[in-house]
T-cell receptor
Framework: QQQVKQSPQSLIVQKGGISIINCAYENTAFDYFPWYQQFPGKGPALLIAIRPDVSEKKEGRFTISFNKSAKQFSLHIMDSQPGDSATYFCAARGNAGGTSYGKLTFGQGTILTVHP | KAGVTQTPRYLIKTRGQQVTLSCSPISGHRSVSWYQQTPGQGLQFLFEYFSETQRNKGNFPGRFSGRQFSNSRSEMNVSTLELGDSALYLC???????????FGSGTRLTVV
């Protein structure tokens, strides 16, 4: 029940295209869903995050879509650029008072390659 | 504003030894979490500290321990190292557990 399943494992997109990464969770006690971007040799960097009372959040070229009833959320990268080539992780955190509070449960990651 | 600082960046240890990793959170951040990252298991939660108290712990053996000091700096210790402990150990800090987490660049531990 603590898992977050992420797909696809790898994704190749042409420059200017849309990259879409999907995640699904089971634990209804999760209340915070961030996406992280990680470059080789670096730690994950927070990209964008959403809470379950919102269905969509957009920041620049990055958009999170959230479907509470389906327990799914996705990251859309518009106008993908070669500089976006990195590994992307979705994550979920438990709500206050729960056993998962303060703990991020991560998906397995998606390696995104954007070809020029 | 300085980010999360982890030291050392790289470490090579021998099986059976112990190791201590250090994390200095962003100034003002009171929550510090530790994660282990490996190609096979991905990012896994080790533990979280807030105001010197461990609030949550992941499914790791007792060889993995940590602590947080009054200035919010944190250390994690791994005793009796095993080859399987080779990983990137990441520290993340936050104002509190209600806010987003900022990760450091990690300590790459290799056990030989």
């Amino acid at each position: 029940q603590q898992q977050v399943k992420q797909s696809p494992q790898s994704l190749i997109v042409q420059k200017g295209g849309i990259s879409i990464i999907n995640c699904a969770y089971e634990n209804t006690a999760f209340d915070y869903f961030p996406w992280y971007q990680q470059f080789p040799g670096k730690g994950p960097a927070l990209l964008i995050a959403i809470r379950p009372d919102v269905s969509e959040k957009k920041e620049g070229r990055f958009t999170i879509s959230f479907n509470k009833s389906a327990k799914q959320f996705s990251l859309h990268i518009m106008d993908s650029q070669p500089g976006d080539s990195a590994t992307y992780f979705c994550a979920a955190r438990g709500n206050a008072g729960g056993t998962s509070y303060g703990k991020l449960t991560f998906g397995q990651g998606t390696i995104l390659t954007v070809h020029p | 504003k300085a980010g999360v600082t982890q030291t050392p960046r790289y470490l090579i240890k021998t099986r059976g030894q112990q190791v201590t990793l250090s994390c200095s959170p962003i100034s003002g951040h009171r929550s510090v979490s530790w994660y282990q990252q490996t190609p096979g298991q991905g990012l896994q939660f080790l533990f979280e500290y807030f105001s010197e108290t461990q609030r949550n712990k992941g499914n790791f053996p007792g060889r993995f321990s940590g602590r947080q000091f009054s200035n919010s700096r944190s250390e994690m210790n791994v005793s009796t190292l095993e080859l399987g402990d080779s990983a990137l150990y990441l520290c993340a800090s936050s104002l509190s557990s209600s806010y987003g987490y900022t990760f450091g660049s990690g300590t790459r531990l290799t056990v030989v």
